[in-house]
């Protein structure tokens, strides 16, 4: 059973937790809700292009 994880703002360090999990190919970990004052779009691009770790390898869509 998945541990369920919600991230409270996703600047740099929040970004980078859901990165490490999901680079490590961790199953047990299931990220369930983010918690951020920006909006959805902006935090999905600042994922799926950081200018210091590189582009996000997994797939970054927002519906």
């Known amino acids: 059973m998945a541990v369920k994880v919600a991230i ?3 600047g740099r360090i929040g970004r980078l937790v859901l ?3 999901y680079e490590s190919g ?3 970990i299931q990220f ?3 918690n ?3 909006s959805v ?3 999905a691009r600042l994922l799926q ?3 210091m770790h590189g582009k ?3 797939n970054v869509k927002v519906t």
Do not use: H, M
């Open 8 to 10: 409270n703002g996703f």
């Open 19 to 21: 990165r490490a999990a």
């Open 26 to 28: 961790r199953k047990d």
């Open 32 to 34: 369930v809700a983010i």
């Open 36 to 38: 951020d004052l920006g």
């Open 41 to 43: 779009e902006a935090n």
């Open 49 to 51: 292009y950081d200018t």
């Open 56 to 58: 996000f390898p997994g």
